[in-house]
């Protein structure tokens, strides 16, 4: 805790987070000033958060840490996002087992307003595996968006045998 904002005459608290030192939980009115950069730790936002959360030249790129959200806020959520200087976030790509995750992730019933320079790139989809003689290829796991939601999983291939077999018995 530290900084000091003068917000229309009043000031609030802002408290300091160096994002490279773990990951950052904010609940409450509580506003957090963030820094720099990490490939490891994310932002959780809990339900009963109602805070802004400052990004100062932040770099979260978790393009290779499978299902995390650089920011993560839970139903309920309420916040500000506000980069002061251009921010960038890289969510989780798509794997064999999870879908593409969001940079920000926005379920239903949360809300984030999003101010200054700040680029959001939503994980990559998975392309989906090849057929093989007895069992046809598994759709590829999708692309989480920059601001939103997260991918859905691919379908499962048909067994091309025993869907052959029926249909012989029908």
């Given at each position: 805790?530290?900084?000091?904002?003068?917000?229309?005459?009043?000031?609030?608290?802002?408290?300091?987070?160096?994002?490279?030192?773990?990951?950052?939980?904010?609940?409450?009115?509580?506003?957090?000033?963030?820094?720099?950069?990490?490939?490891?730790?994310?932002?959780?936002?809990?339900?009963?958060?109602?805070?802004?959360?400052?990004?100062?030249?932040?770099?979260?790129?978790?393009?290779?840490v499978a299902a995390?959200?650089?920011?993560?806020?839970?139903?309920?959520?309420?916040?500000?996002?506000?980069?002061?200087?251009?921010?960038?976030?890289?969510?989780?790509?798509?794997?064999?087992?999870?879908v593409g995750m969001?940079?920000?992730?926005?379920?239903?019933?949360?809300?984030?307003?999003?101010?200054?320079?700040?680029?959001?790139?939503?994980?990559?989809?998975?392309?989906?595996?090849?057929?093989?003689?007895?069992?046809?290829?598994?759709?590829?796991?999708?692309?989480?968006?920059?601001?939103?939601?997260?991918?859905?999983?691919?379908?499962?291939?048909?067994d091309i045998e025993?869907?052959?077999?029926?249909?012989?018995?029908?």
């Amino acid at each position: 805790a530290g900084a000091y904002e003068n917000d229309n005459g009043t000031s609030k608290e802002v408290k300091i987070w160096d994002i490279s030192q773990g990951d950052l939980e904010v609940s409450g009115a509580d506003n957090w000033y963030v820094t720099c950069t990490t490939t490891e730790y994310h932002i959780t936002v809990a339900a009963n958060a109602t805070g802004t959360i400052y990004l100062d030249g932040v770099k979260i790129d978790l393009r290779t840490v499978a299902a995390k959200n650089p920011i993560d806020l839970a139903v309920g959520a309420n916040v500000t996002i506000n980069s002061l200087t251009s921010s960038q976030l890289l969510a989780s790509f798509a794997t064999e087992t999870t879908v593409g995750m969001a940079a920000i992730h926005v379920p239903e019933g949360a809300t984030v307003a999003v101010t200054g320079v700040l680029s959001a790139d939503g994980g990559f989809a998975l392309r989906g595996s090849n057929a093989t003689d007895a069992l046809g290829g598994n759709g590829g796991n999708g692309a989480g968006a920059g601001i939103g939601g997260t991918g859905a999983l691919g379908g499962a291939g048909v067994d091309i045998e025993k869907t052959a077999a029926k249909n012989a018995h029908n």
